[in-house]
């Protein structure tokens, strides 16, 4: 994988591997930036007092650490730094962008352009907006707009594309109750004219007279909420301009 950044800033939460030991301090090279290596000493490696690194550490372990310092051609790593959710989020982050890496190949593929030219047009641009590439990807599709800001239309496409074959994009899902009712003689008609665009990841359902279960889905519960709100107001409009009556409850 590559990072739109050449190194970390101090602060940074990272992934490591742990290289070589001694008594009093190991080297780890950096996951995310190729090519850099930073040291832990043995007084950053546990909350408590240690009398030799070799016993705490392994080499081709991997852990995350935080940077402390950033001297000249030089990088400080702390353990005892970093707390369990942040242990959490820097690994699920590195572990999405590995997975990452296989959608950017494809996408390269599907644009026809290299991989240093996709990671440069693409990859890095997404890694830098969203904190990885692998979320731009996740939220494609449910919020194109966000993207479109960025590329062309025929690149979103494509994200789309690699997003749908390889992401479920419906893992969250958001569900409500609607209430709709015409006294017009072409009732059928005036109903499904006004489910008939739901949009993405959206569903809806006959109950019974005049109750209809909606259920939006989103990889996350606020896209699935988004998704739900857009086309509960997509229907009360369309309830409105067809004369009907419209209500909406939470499941």
């Known amino acids: 994988m590559k990072w739109y950044k050449d190194s970390p800033d101090e602060g940074d939460y990272v992934v490591v591997s ?4 001694d008594k ?5 090279d950096l996951e995310e930036y190729e090519g850099q290596r930073g040291l832990i000493h043995i007084s950053e490696v546990a909350r408590s007092w240690i009398q030799d690194v070799t016993k705490e550490l392994s080499e ?3 852990t995350v650490a935080q940077v402390i310092e950033i001297g000249d051609g030089s990088i400080n790593l702390s353990l005892k730094r970093v707390n369990e959710k942040q242990k959490k ?7 999405k962008e590995k997975k ?4 950017l190949e ?3 593929d599907e644009l026809d352009m290299s991989t240093d030219e996709i990671y440069e047009e693409v990859g890095f641009k997404l890694q830098e907006e969203f904190g990885t590439s692998f979320t731009g990807f996740e939220i494609s599709v449910g919020e194109e707009e966000r993207l479109l800001e960025m590329f062309d239309e025929k690149t979103v496409e494509a994200i789309q ?9 419906k893992q969250e899902k958001f569900e409500g109750e609607i209430r709709l009712e015409f006294e017009q003689g072409d009732g059928v008609r005036r109903i499904r004219e006004a489910f008939e665009d739901l949009g ?3 569903e809806a359902k006959y109950v019974s007279a005049p109750k209809y279960a909606i259920t939006a889905w989103g990889r996350n519960p606020e896209l699935a909420k988004k998704r739900m709100d857009e086309a509960v107001d997509s229907i009360r409009e369309k309830a409105e301009e067809l004369e009907g009556t419209f209500e909406f409850s939470k499941a």
């Open 18 to 21: 742990i290289t070589d030991i």
């Open 24 to 28: 009093n301090s190991a080297y780890a």
């Open 60 to 62: 081709g372990e991997k």
């Open 89 to 95: 989020d820097a690994m699920a982050r590195w572990n």
């Open 100 to 103: 990452a890496s296989t959608f």
């Open 106 to 108: 494809q996408l390269a």
């Open 161 to 169: 594309e690699v997003a749908r074959e390889n992401i479920n994009l």
């Open 200 to 202: 993405d990841a959206v």
